[in-house]
């Protein structure tokens, strides 16, 4: 009995997953039928696949960036150099090789990135559908602390955050989570609210099923996907976020840390200021590119997402 | 609901946002207690000293006492001192603040209106020509400027338009310094004597209005206002091409919605004209939605001008948070990111009684 028992969960198991995967299938017909989502998609898996490997073609340190003081027998800290056959994207203030610090940089922007997006996804999915579902005073005090938290300027809160607690890595994800959760309560929670009154949801509670069965295996399941949306259009707001943090000194870590926004950084504060950047324009542009490229992408991704999922759009 | 009522009961729900506002700038001043201690210690680090600081805060009571006594000091404007150096003693936080405000509520006022100007008929074409090639052009846009790095955008501009640019011509050309040439404007040589402006008088406290571009206007200093203009122009442009793009895509999806309703269709079959429909009928009701994600494009506008303040070296907030910030100077801190979070909660409360006030149907929640 209980050997067939666990049989048929099992097989129920699969036909679950199985329809899973052909729901992915027909998401993934429809976002191939759209240029600017293949394209999105297809750079977005470029750079996730340098971020991953990209260390193994880099020398040094994976943190820092490479710093080449003499080079044919001139002092260059102070004189970038253009690009050239050795230095593809040239040098910057400094004497560090851009080149090398863009594709270590892939893997902490996106490392960090994915370690806040992921976690403040995960966290206003757990608060917003038990706020969602409950519902009551509950509901109410959630909601007006993401009211709190959408009230402040990200970036103010964090500048604030990394000048008071510390520049280390832990106080900012901390800082970018602390502002990042809200969104998806929200959204989560407005899911759920319309979700909760179906007749399935119902049937459930009628069964004798707890919250906590109603809330994982029917309330999130169901009300993910405008997650996802969001998980890829914020990945590439976290990026911005984060270059921004690190142009401005308030990043993780020293002088030398190899992120896309402290390239630039490196630029214009390094030698006599902004309009220093006009005698050696690859310092600025080429960083920011690679950064522009990378988000402009993620965002084709996180429409092209939006509107396939949305069934309203589809059609 | 009455009017009135919506609008009252919307400032009480104000009331918890706020405190919980304070409550964060609390949590956030005494964390590093220390820091703010030896902070107002200045360079005397004496325990008498430091008892003498304890007392003045009220920082021996418990935790509770001294939320209330933040709380009060707050919003009775105490909000206490930048920090002291050896040639500055540290002035009220509040003077401070009168002296920053003016120029970034410039800033981000004329971006506002280059934002709305952006996107308002972007985002009706767009929705009016869906899924052809003016949608599929206009969403490009807007996502490409939407995913600028704002300091990045803030820096091409300064190459483009920077002193000795090939670009642009001269009298279009700026270094990106302030507000306005100083030197040149508001420093008048008369009869053997230098003297202020009227309107550049004590760093810009007395001013009628505080905001440059009025103020030359009102003394009819012509010069230093098309230069005070030009000065504002350029950053005001990153500030709102780079939020735009957000603004666009809520336009678009809402007047999306409110095409495809019944009405819109009666319209159109009893033959009123298509521009008419879009303008009369479609157009107002897309935007009593849209007004509500205001609140938040703002909040992603004035990041965007903490950063091109940074850049454009603009006397306002964001440069004050960047120096606060730089030289652990806690209590400036502390005020702009509150004076931010104010400006974003009344602007939330602005947008939502409008869209009451403009769509009855709002109050009925």
């Known amino acids: ?315 | 609901m009455k009017l009135y009522v919506y609008i009252i009961r919307r400032l009480l729900l104000m009331i918890p946002v706020l405190l919980g506002v304070v409550a964060i700038t609390f949590a956030l001043s005494h964390v590093n207690i220390n820091l703010l201690i030896s902070e107002y210690e200045g360079r005397i680090h004496t325990p008498q000293a430091r008892q003498a600081v304890i007392n003045a805060l009220h920082l021996n009571g418990n935790f509770l006492e001294q939320y209330l006594y933040y709380v009060v000091a707050v919003f009775t404007g105490n909000w206490g001192y930048t920090a002291p150096s050896d040639i500055d003693p540290g002035s009220p936080v509040v003077l401070e603040f009168m002296r920053r405000f003016p120029p970034t509520a410039e800033l981000a006022i004329v971006a506002t209106l280059i934002m709305v100007a952006l996107s308002l008929p972007l985002g009706i074409l767009s929705a009016v020509k869906k899924d052809r090639l003016v949608d599929q052009a206009t969403r490009l846009i807007a996502m490409f400027f939407y995913s600028i790095p704002v300091f990045w955008f803030g820096l091409i501009i300064i190459l483009i338009i920077g002193p000795g640019s090939k670009i642009v011509p001269p009298w279009l050309q700026d270094s990106g310094t302030g507000q306005l040439n100083f030197q040149q404007y508001a420093i008048i040589y008369k009869n053997g004597v230098y003297t202020l402006a009227p309107w550049a008088v004590q760093g810009g406290l007395s001013r009628p209005t505080g905001f440059l571009v009025i103020d030359t206007a009102l003394y009819g200093d012509w010069p230093a206002f098309l230069d005070a203009l030009k000065h504002l122009m350029y950053p005001s442009i990153v500030v709102g091409v780079t939020s735009f793009g957000v603004f666009v895509r809520y336009l678009r999806s809402s007047m999306l919605e409110t095409l495809g309703q019944d009405f819109i269709r009666t319209a159109k079959s009893k033959g009123v004209p298509e521009r008419y429909v879009i303008k009369k009928h479609a157009r107002r009701n897309s935007l009593g939605p849209t007004t509500t994600i205001m609140g938040l494009t703002i909040a992603g506008l004035l990041a965007g001008v903490v950063v091109t303040e940074n850049i454009f070296g603009w006397p306002g907030m964001g440069t004050w948070l960047y120096d606060a910030a730089v030289s652990d100077d806690l209590v400036s801190i502390i005020a702009t990111t509150f004076v931010f979070t104010i400006v974003i909660v009344i602007a939330n409360l602005i947008v939502d009684i409008l869209y009451a006030y403009l769509d009855p149907r709002v109050r009925l929640e």
């Open chain 1, 1 to 315: 009995m209980s050997v067939n028992n666990s049989n048929r969960e099992e097989s129920e198991f699969v036909r679950s997953l199985l329809s899973r995967f052909e729901s992915f299938k027909r998401t993934f017909y429809f976002l191939t039928r759209s240029p600017l989502a293949v394209i999105g998609l297809a750079i977005t898996i470029f750079y996730i696949l340098l971020g991953i490997f990209g260390d193994f073609f880099v020398k040094g340190n994976p943190w820092t960036m490479v710093q080449i003081l003499e080079y044919k027998g001139q002092y260059i800290y102070n004189t970038p150099l253009p690009p050239s056959s050795t230095f593809p994207f040239g040098t910057t203030y400094g004497g560090y090789d851009i080149f090398n610090g863009i594709i270590k940089g892939a893997r902490i922007d996106e490392g960090v990135a994915a370690i806040i997006v992921l976690t403040g996804a995960l966290t206003g999915v757990i608060l917003g559908s038990i706020a969602g579902y409950f519902g009551g005073i509950i509901d109410d005090i959630v909601m007006r602390v993401t009211d709190i938290f959408l009230s402040i300027p990200g970036l103010v809160l964090l500048i604030a955050f990394m000048a008071i607690l510390g520049r280390t890595l832990e106080i900012l994800v901390f800082g970018f989570i602390v502002i990042w959760w809200p969104g998806y309560t929200r959204i989560i929670r407005g899911q759920v609210l319309s979700l909760r009154e179906l007749k399935y949801v119902e049937a459930s509670k009628a069964a004798g099923a707890s919250a906590f069965r109603i809330i994982t295996k029917h309330l999130i399941p169901n009300a993910i996907y405008p997650v996802f949306v969001q998980v890829s259009l914020d990945f590439g707001n976290v990026i911005l976020s984060l270059a921004t943090l690190d142009y401005l000194g308030f990043g993780f870590a020293g002088q030398n840390l190899a992120e896309w926004g402290n390239i630039i950084g490196l630029a214009t504060h390094g030698a006599s200021g902004v309009l220093s950047i006009e005698n050696y324009p690859w310092t600025v542009t080429i960083p920011g590119l690679i950064i522009l490229i990378f988000v402009l992408s993620l965002n084709f991704l996180g429409d092209g997402l939006r509107d396939v999922l949305d069934p309203k759009m589809r059609r």
